[in-house]
């Protein structure tokens, strides 16, 4: 019996490799820590924030740009302490960083962030998280 060989005059047939899409490494968020919410902390300060709905997160943000994330449990906190960004696209740049995790906004918001995840721009040279710019947002 012949071994089929096909037609010698055909092109070949181009097939489709699965090529996994190449992951980029993702940047680090620039944030505050804060003993207490330096945004959001007061109710009546709420109704004037500019705010940004970001895959299930809500961005609360000032008119100055500084913002902070709110998930279903309130403000995110990291390590007991609550975070604040100098603008949106670094609070977007954590919240991806939580989605690459399999976070979820419906999930408590007193969180654990690895410091390869963020760079604390208040933290002194010996490691410490600077108190004197609690009051760092003026709305």
Same mark, same amino acid.
């Given at each position: 019996?012949?071994?089929? /060989?096909?037609?010698?005059?055909?092109?070949?047939?181009q097939r489709n490799t699965v090529r996994f899409p190449r992951?980029?490494?993702l940047e680090r968020a620039r944030l505050?820590?804060?003993t207490?919410?330096?945004?959001?902390?007061?109710?009546?300060?709420?109704s004037s924030l500019f705010y940004e709905c970001y895959r299930g997160y809500t961005i609360y943000s000032t008119k100055q740009g500084t913002?902070?994330?709110?998930?279903k449990e309130g403000c995110l906190r990291i390590q007991g302490k609550y975070?604040?960004?100098?603008?949106?696209e670094q609070a977007k740049n954590l919240i991806k960083h939580f989605q690459a995790d399999g976070r979820t906004p419906q999930e408590c918001m007193n969180r654990y962030v690895s410091e390869d995840e963020y760079f604390c721009l208040n933290r002194?040279?010996?490691?410490?998280? /600077?108190?004197?710019?609690?009051g760092l947002v003026a709305v």
């Open positions: 019996m012949p071994h089929k /060989s096909g037609n010698p005059y055909r092109k070949r047939k992951v980029e490494p505050t820590l804060h207490h919410d330096p945004i959001t902390g007061q109710e009546d300060v709420l913002c902070c994330i709110h998930g975070a604040c960004f100098p603008d949106v002194d040279r010996h490691g410490y998280v /600077s108190t004197a710019r609690d």
